[in-house]
């Protein structure tokens, strides 16, 4: 691999961990806010189902997930079992798509 291409992704890894950190924050203090304000899960899901602003703050969630697990996982496989052919990044591929199929799901059955 090049090295503009290992710098894409140290930037990319990085930067979904910087919208990882304020994703996880967020959805803490929201969960820790609704659940001392009293909310069950049901009153909890009643309120958010069909909320576009949850919808696409999950999604994004969802992205910085896909973005920033195979590149992290990449790294260590290389490191680790010392698999740097072709077919590790493909492996990758499918995980992300994985990742973003489940992920998806997950938002769609919440806020869709």
Same mark, same amino acid.
């Given at each position: ?12 890894? #990085? ?14 203090? *929201?969960?820790?806010?609704?659940? #001392?304000?009293?909310? *069950?899960?049901?009153?909890?899901? *009643? ?14 969630? +969802? ?12 790294? +260590? ?36």
């Amino acid at each position: 691999m090049n090295v503009r291409a290992q710098a894409i992704l140290w930037t990319a890894q #990085r930067a979904s961990a910087a919208v990882l950190g304020l994703c996880v924050l967020v959805h803490l203090a *929201t969960m820790i806010y609704a659940v #001392r304000g009293g909310l *069950t899960a049901a009153e909890i899901l *009643t309120r958010t189902h069909g909320s576009v602003a949850w919808f696409a703050f999950y999604s994004v969630f +969802v992205l910085a997930i896909v973005v920033h697990v195979p590149i992290g996982l990449r790294s +260590v496989l290389g490191e680790w079992l010392a698999w740097r052919s072709p077919s590790r990044d493909w492996a990758l591929a499918v995980l992300a798509g994985f990742l973003w199929t489940m992920g998806m799901r997950a938002v769609l059955a919440v806020f869709g």
